[in-house]
């Protein structure tokens, strides 16, 4: 079993969901960066997405595109995420980290010497938000070889057939994005969510986790009814902007974010 | 992946028109790099495209706008005083700078903008880097009834402001844009953001032959409109083909709106021009073609400016509509497969350029039409009398009058 198998059955056997927590790497800097990896895991959170630093990050919100923005100011790179991953890693064998980013950092590094790094760092699967599983193929099949996971996202515009196919090529788990726009948008529809998430279940035996919009212990409870997990992005990123100069407040706020969420999740069920 | 199997057989028709593969590709460029939200709408538009080019009432509604309402076919300019200036081949002007709002633009917005309202898309969005694809766009709009909104990087609003002025005229609304370089780049991110939040009611208008396809193929269908006279025009006037087309490049669509129907026609050299900026041993400029390597970005699989852990890099070039990191994605196989050519041309040459085709011709050419016109100069001096440049003087440089004034330290207001 990998890492997110193991994640899982264990959530299964206690009756929980998957409370998934995503930081940009290097934000605001990169001693902060595994110092909040490990503080989260303490406060309940499953499955680490790390972001990868990138100068146009087209899918994001305005509070994750300016946490990229000040990641990058540190100068932080593919290959310092991969750093970042590997010292969280020496401490913890057991939490999934997916990374989360655009494939060019990825294209530079080379396919290949990116498999081997990441798998290298304590790395467990890839979230690429602007590669689809069409232009996908190559570099997907060369991390399943390797063990490592690609995870594919579905969202509210994807049509039945496709959703098959992204079912099929997932590994790790599959992200919902959960509403037509950005990270950190407001508008969540729970009904709707609620009826797409049940028919893609019908489709794959893989986890479904739903992210965009979940930022509180309410919304991601009310999520975790309905999906294997959620993801909380843009609720924390926002915290770090607040406390950008003082990494003990972060790692106190976000800390009793996480919690807060958790207790929400755990108490939904 | 092999650039080979898609080498052109001199004189075949079938190649170039055949491209990009139903994957969106021109060799290993191009390809739908998107997020999957935006995937059911970048379908959809190009079954709708492929259901509507060949739809003989589309093709006469394009029609007979582009010739009552944008003012085709514009005119093949015989340069003479230039060409005798300059002392070598025949300099022809290829005048987009004369369509209605000044610039090449307006060709692709017709097409696209029919295209929003067959798929009964009530809004159009649009990125703009030197504001003459938003005003083509917030004009389109007009035109048809259509709500507009136009993404715009600060910087870029700083350095155009006439244009900005001009869209809002339109009523379109300007959006400004600031993150990141705060340039053309930015504002497209930006408008694939508000497409992604509005794909049901919205129809993105790409400016360029960049973005995820089918945008690359339809905007230049819709602008080899200009290559398709040009040939026509050349024939008629010299009974034979130019020797040489020349057409700046920033994202590429007016270069290859004049390249595409001369690709088979293997005697005509294709130059395309890319800014230098301050000049390209300084390393601020925008030449991804010239020195660049190839890259994802905003949709697409091409040559990028970026450094070696795949970050971007800013760009300069004196030209806001030339200042982008990326190219379209069939650019970079004409270069890969040697069909054209990439030169580049620093600031200081445009302007020299602008000033001389005003003083020679009596025409104000756009900063980044400059650019093509500075090059066509240096290549028309090597060639023979009797063969023909031609320059696609893709816009009109109204909007450049207040950074032109303030090089020179003249105040306008």
Same mark, same amino acid.
């Given at each position: ?85 590997? !010292? ?6 057991? &939490? @999934? =980290?997916?990374?989360?980013?655009? #494939?060019?950092?990825? +294209?530079?590094? %080379? ?86 998430? !049940? ?6 035996? &893989? @986890? =479904?986790?739903?992210?965009?919009? #979940?930022?509180?212990? +309410?919304?991601? %409870? ?48 | ?413």
């Amino acid at each position: 079993m990998n890492r997110f198998e193991e994640r899982f059955s264990t959530l299964q056997v206690s009756g929980k969901k998957a409370l998934v927590v995503y930081i940009v790497a290097g934000d605001p800097a990169s001693e902060t960066t595994v110092r909040l990896m490990h503080e989260m895991v303490s406060q309940g959170a499953d499955i680490i997405e790390l972001g990868v630093p990138f100068t146009d990050p087209e899918a994001e919100g305005p509070v994750i595109q300016l946490g990229h923005e000040r990641a990058l100011r540190a100068r932080t790179t593919l290959t310092d995420t991969l750093a970042m991953a590997r !010292a969280f890693r020496q401490q913890d064998k057991k &939490t @999934p =980290i997916a990374l989360m980013g655009y #494939i060019n950092p990825i +294209e530079a590094m %080379g396919y290949d010497v990116f498999v081997d790094k990441a798998l290298e760092s304590g790395i467990d699967g890839t979230i690429i938000v602007n590669l689809p599983p069409e232009e996908g193929e190559i570099l997907g099949s060369a991390m399943i070889e390797k063990g490592l996971s690609p995870i594919y996202l579905l969202s509210p515009t994807t049509l039945n057939e496709r959703a098959k196919l992204i079912c099929k090529q997932s590994r790790g788990f599959i992200y919902y994005v959960s509403l037509k726009g950005t990270t950190g948008a407001s508008n969540l529809n729970y009904t709707e969510v609620a009826e797409r998430v !049940a028919k893609f279940k019908a489709m794959t035996d &893989t @986890p =479904i986790l739903v992210g965009f919009g #979940i930022k509180d212990a +309410e919304s991601a %409870g009310k999520i975790s009814k309905m999906a294997d997990g959620a993801v909380v992005g843009s609720a924390i990123v926002q915290l770090i902007e607040q406390n950008e100069s003082e990494p003990e407040v972060i790692l106190k706020e976000v800390g009793s974010l996480v919690a807060s969420i958790r207790e929400g999740m755990d108490s939904a069920q | 992946m092999k650039n080979e199997q898609y080498k052109i057989p001199p004189g075949s028709n079938e190649l170039s028109s055949a491209m990009p593969d139903e994957r969106g590709y021109f060799g290993q460029y191009g390809g739908k790099f998107v997020s999957e939200t935006l995937m059911a709408a970048i379908s959809e538009l190009e079954t709708e495209y492929r259901r509507l080019k060949n739809n003989p009432e589309f093709i006469a509604q394009i029609e007979r706008d582009l010739k009552d309402y944008v003012g085709r076919e514009s005119p093949l300019y015989y340069a003479e005083r230039l060409t005798k200036h300059v002392g070598g081949a025949k300099i022809l002007l290829k005048r987009e700078d004369l369509v209605h709002t000044g610039a090449h633009k307006i060709n692709n917005c017709i097409g696209q903008a029919l295209l929003a309202k067959h798929m009964g898309k009530p809004r159009v969005i649009a990125e703009t880097g030197a504001g003459q694809h938003g005003v083509a766009s917030a004009t389109v709009a007009a035109r048809f009834g259509l709500e507009c909104c136009v993404y715009m990087g600060t910087e870029d609003i700083a350095r155009q402001s006439l244009n900005v002025y001009r869209m809002k005229l339109l009523g379109a609304t300007v959006v400004p844009v600031d993150s990141g370089t705060k340039t053309l780049k930015d504002a497209l991110s930006e408008a694939m953001r508000d497409w992604v939040a509005n794909v049901d009611s919205t129809y993105y208008i790409i400016g360029t032959v960049a973005g995820p396809h089918p945008y690359p193929m339809l905007v230049r269908d819709f602008q080899a409109v200009i290559g398709n006279e040009t040939k026509r025009q050349c024939q008629a006037q010299y009974g034979q083909l130019p020797d040489a087309l020349v057409a700046c490049v920033g994202g590429g669509s007016n270069a290859m709106g004049i390249f595409y129907p001369f690709i088979d026609d293997t005697s005509v050299r294709l130059i395309g021009v890319e800014p230098a900026g301050h000049g390209m041993e300084t390393g601020k400029h925008a030449a991804p073609l010239s020195v660049g390597s190839v890259g994802v970005l905003q949709g697409n699989r091409t040559y990028l400016m970026q450094d070696e852990d795949g970050l971007i890099l800013d760009t300069h070039s004196v030209s806001a509509g030339l200042d982008y990191p990326g190219v379209g994605p069939e650019h970079s196989w004409l270069k890969d497969i040697k069909r054209a050519e990439y030169v580049t041309i620093d600031d200081e040459e445009a302007l020299g350029a602008f000033r001389q085709l005003n003083l020679l011709e009596g025409i104000l050419p756009a900063l980044e039409s400059a650019h093509a016109v500075a090059y066509a100069m240096k290549l028309a001096a090597q060639m023979k009398p009797d063969e023909i440049l031609v320059i696609n003087l893709s816009g009109r440089g109204d909007k450049d009058i207040p950074t032109m004034a303030g090089i020179d330290g003249i105040s306008l207001s």
